[in-house]
């Protein structure tokens, strides 16, 4: 059974970074694609950003890209989004996600984690 654990929200100042961590197990690693969404109240489930089995091609929306890096070590079977220069527009609920490609829409992902919460103050 897949697991994914998401760790390292928290409640941060516009402008400051966090890193967000998500420890798979139960897969074959290096298979799957790795993604991160989000969600805010009231609103839908957003992509963030996607990265190949290989660690090799990543992916992000237009809202994050240049501010935020997805990577991932296969030695600890784990994934993660660094995110710098945050803004209030980033607070969401962060999910990691699991599937078979890197797709960058909810249903390319199988396997999803119980999320972690990020708030950005202005």
């Known amino acids: 059974q897949v697991r994914l654990v998401e760790s390292g929200g928290g409640l941060v100042q516009a402008g400051a970074s966090l890193r967000l961590s998500c420890a798979a197990s139960?897969?074959?690693?290096?298979?799957?694609?790795m993604g991160w969404f989000r969600q805010a109240p009231g609103k839908e489930r957003d992509f963030v950003a996607a990265?190949?089995?290989?660690?090799?091609?990543?992916y992000y929306a237009d809202s994050v890209k240049g501010r935020f890096t997805m990577s991932r070590t296969r030695a600890k079977n784990t994934v993660y989004l660094q995110m710098d220069s945050l803004k209030p527009e980033d607070t969401a609920v962060y999910y990691c996600a699991a599937g078979l490609v890197a797709g960058q829409d909810v249903s390319s992902f199988g396997s999803w984690g119980q999320g972690t919460q990020v708030t950005v103050a202005s």
């Open positions: 990265i190949s089995g290989s660690g090799e091609t990543t």
């Open positions: 139960g897969l074959t690693f290096v298979k799957f694609a």
